[in-house]
Structures are given as structure tokens and as C-alpha cells.
T-cell receptor, first 115, second 114 residues
Framework: AQKVTQAQTEISVVEKEDVTLDCVYETRDTTYYLFWYKQPPSGELVFLIRRNSFDEQNEISGRYSWNFQKSTSSFNFTITASQVVDSAVYFCALSEDFSGYALNFGKGTSLLVTP | ETGVTQSPTHLIKTRGQQVTLRCSSQSGHNTVSWYQQALGQGPQFIFQYYREEENGRGNFPPRFSGLQFPNYSSELNVNALELDDSALYLC?????????????FGPGTRLTVL
């Protein structure tokens, strides 16, 4: 069975600080896909990244970066120089399929960035 | 290109009643998935519809049922509502073919069962 654990329930930082959101996963599949989504107060989930299990290259997109380590089953997300607009709940998720079929989500980490 | 829309935005029902939630998929998308998100939790997969047929189901009882229409819009029906059904119901659409097939989520319907 698949499982995603986001141990940090809430994180509060001051603007311009760097922050890392942790994600640890469990799966018996050899091929799987990991995702991060952002959920602002409006409710809709916003796709941030998808990574397949064969690609352990780290990814950087602007102020966002992701560190995938298969050896520790982790897929951590770092926001550099955080901004107030980054305040949201962030979810890590796992799927057996590239499309994100039947996503298995963690419980989320609520990030609050204060001015 | 319009995004995924859901209606209604909010809904209040009483225990034992039935409810229908609606989702219009993004233009060009043929697959719709439904998720239930209880307060403070991550979304849980209910089921997916592809070409008007159920294409997979999570751990939800049969009183959760769905439909997909020829225009790929979808409905989620819940019978015999229970208090624990109170949640945000999210719909996601995608195009099952091609290389992108990324899911786009709607803003959700918040259901309160009293």
C-alpha cells in the first residue's frame, strides 16, 4: 500500500526566510510518480511539480526547488526567500501513474509567511 | 480556455438526505476524478470517470456514485448522507492521451451535513 507522510503540520516563517517542507513516502511499486500541490485559501489545488521514480535529479523553478532522494524515500520542497503569497497548504502526493491517477495525498503542511 | 468549474460552492444538508455535486471539466479533457477532503486532511480519491465509465474507485462505499456525460462533465451523488460526509469535494479533469495529461482541479464544493 502507498503512504505519504508530511510530518510538519504547520510552519510559520518571516518573509525572505528559506523554508523546507518535508515529504516521506512508502510504496512497493518500482515505478511511481511524486507530486507537490499548493492549496491557497480559495481551495483549488495548484499543480507544482511531478517527478518520476527514475529521475532523481533535483529541480529548480524560480524560488522553488525539489530534492528527491530515493534512498531515504523523500521528496522535499524548498521555497527560497519566502513571500507572503506563498502562504498556503502544501500537499505531497504519490501515484502509480504519470497522469496522477488516484493520487495518494499526505495530510499537508500549512505554511504561513508573515511580513 | 476555461478551467474546471464546480457547483454549488457551498451546500448544507441533513443526515439521511441525498446530494448531487457537479463538475465541468476543462475544455478538451475527457477524464474526471473526484476527491473528498475532510477538514485538516489531504484529499482522498473517490473515483475516476473516463468516456462515461467508472475507471477506478477508492475506498468509498456504494452510496457514493457518479456519472459522466458525453460532454465530459460529471456528477457526484451521495445517498444517505452521514455527518462524516461533511468535507470539501474536489473535482479534477485531465486529458487521458498525449504527453501532458496533467490534472487540473476545480475550487471544490463544501458540503456540510447537519
Amino acid at each position: 500500500a502507498q503512504k505519504v507522510t508530511q510530518a510538519q503540520t504547520e510552519i510559520s516563517v518571516v518573509e525572505k526566510e528559506d523554508v523546507t517542507l518535508d515529504c516521506v513516502y512508502e510504496t512497493r511499486d518500482t515505478t511511481y510518480y511524486l507530486f507537490w500541490y499548493k492549496q491557497p485559501p480559495s481551495g483549488e489545488l495548484v499543480f507544482l511539480i511531478r517527478r518520476n521514480s527514475f529521475d532523481e535529479q533535483n529541480e529548480i523553478s524560480g524560488r522553488y526547488s525539489w530534492n528527491f532522494q530515493k534512498s531515504t524515500s523523500s521528496f522535499n520542497f524548498t521555497i527560497t526567500a519566502s513571500q507572503v503569497v506563498d502562504s498556503a497548504v502544501y500537499f505531497c502526493a504519490l501515484s502509480e501513474d504519470f497522469s496522477g491517477y488516484a493520487l495518494n495525498f499526505g495530510k499537508g503542511t500549512s505554511l504561513l509567511v508573515t511580513p | 480556455e476555461t478551467g474546471v468549474t464546480q457547483s454549488p460552492t457551498h451546500l448544507i444538508k441533513t443526515r439521511g438526505q441525498q446530494v448531487t455535486l457537479r463538475c465541468s471539466s476543462q475544455s478538451g479533457h475527457n477524464t474526471v476524478s473526484w476527491y473528498q477532503q475532510a477538514l485538516g486532511q489531504g484529499p482522498q480519491f473517490i473515483f475516476q470517470y473516463y468516456r462515461e465509465e467508472e475507471n477506478g474507485r477508492g475506498n468509498f462505499p456504494p452510496r457514493f456514485s457518479g456519472l459522466q456525460f458525453p460532454n465530459y462533465s460529471s456528477e457526484l451523488n451521495v445517498n444517505a448522507l452521514e455527518l462524516d460526509d461533511s468535507a470539501l469535494y474536489l473535482c479534477a479533469s485531465s486529458q487521458t492521451s498525449g504527453r501532458r495529461n496533467e490534472q487540473f482541479f476545480g475550487p471544490g464544493t463544501r458540503l456540510t451535513v447537519l
